[in-house]
């Protein structure tokens, strides 16, 4: 998609924010952000089971994510259960899920894929961002285009809405001073009111013991120097030893 941007075959590219990252191939620049789509995680049940919450599942039992951050979030309250990655897109995930493959009981994926495919009945309950702390940029899109091109720019004024631009600023720059990935279980979310944001950070070791989450506040326009301050002080209280462990770990 960017090779056909530079080479001037589209003019503009949609990705999930989620997967951008943090610098872009340099006459590439990130034009919009529609507002965003449910951020939250989502639980979901295979259709064999009767729905339950995490807390109600039996001891041992077998959930499927691919995502470090869910699973680190998972098993900090539940270091019993069994965690183990799922591959595929969200259909192919769904129907390992109803199958039963590795024992899976219980899935976790996102609110916002699920809404978008048509399959939100799919979403035993979604988790609230205070329980379980969503991925960067999670639920959001992001428009891309090339720089200077002042026609495809006036089109990106209409498209961008101004209250997840901030809030998903202020994640992109908590992540990239952390220098995370999917490597580690980092997440980032944060949201606006009236004209104050809030930034919620998380960093955990991959099992789970050691979970660190701290909140920044402060004016919208400083969204990113509040998501580098964030990161700065969690570094500073232990969450630089809990991304190299990670790292290595992985």
């Known amino acids: 998609l960017e090779m056909a941007l530079l080479e001037g075959e589209v003019d503009l590219a949609v990705h999930s924010l989620k997967d951008m990252p943090s610098e872009l191939p340099e006459g590439l620049v990130l034009g919009a952000v529609p507002e965003r789509e449910d951020p939250r995680d989502a639980w979901v049940c295979a259709r064999s089971q009767a729905p339950c919450s995490l807390e109600e599942l039996a001891l041992g039992a077998t959930v499927g994510t691919s995502s470090l951050r869910r699973q680190a979030q998972i098993l900090a309250r539940r270091p019993d259960l069994r965690v183990v990655p799922v591959r595929g897109n969200v259909g192919t995930r769904l129907a390992k899920l109803d199958q039963g493959q590795e024992g899976m009981v219980a899935l976790v994926l996102a609110c916002a894929g699920l809404k978008r495919l048509g399959l939100a009945e799919r979403i035993t309950m979604p988790f609230s961002p205070d329980f379980m702390v969503p991925a960067v940029g999670q639920g959001a899109l992001a428009i891309e285009f090339r720089a200077g091109d002042a ?9 961008d809405h101004p209250e997840t631009q901030w809030a998903t600023r202020a994640e992109r720059a908590f992540l990239a001073a952390l220098e995370g990935g999917c490597q580690v279980p980092v997440g980032g979310y944060a949201r606006v009111r009236d004209e104050r944001l809030i930034l919620d950070g998380l960093v955990s070791s991959l099992d789970g013991t050691k979970v660190l989450r701290r909140s920044i506040e402060g004016g919208v326009h400083d969204a990113a120097e ?6 700065e002080q969690m570094v500073k209280e232990g969450g630089g030893e809990i991304l190299e462990a990670g790292r290595a770990q992985a």
């Not at 509040?226 to 990161?231: C, E, K, N, Q, T």
Request: net charge positive.
């Open 151 to 159: 026609r495809i720019a006036s089109v990106m004024q209409q498209l």
């Open 226 to 231: 509040l998501g580098r301050s964030l990161a």
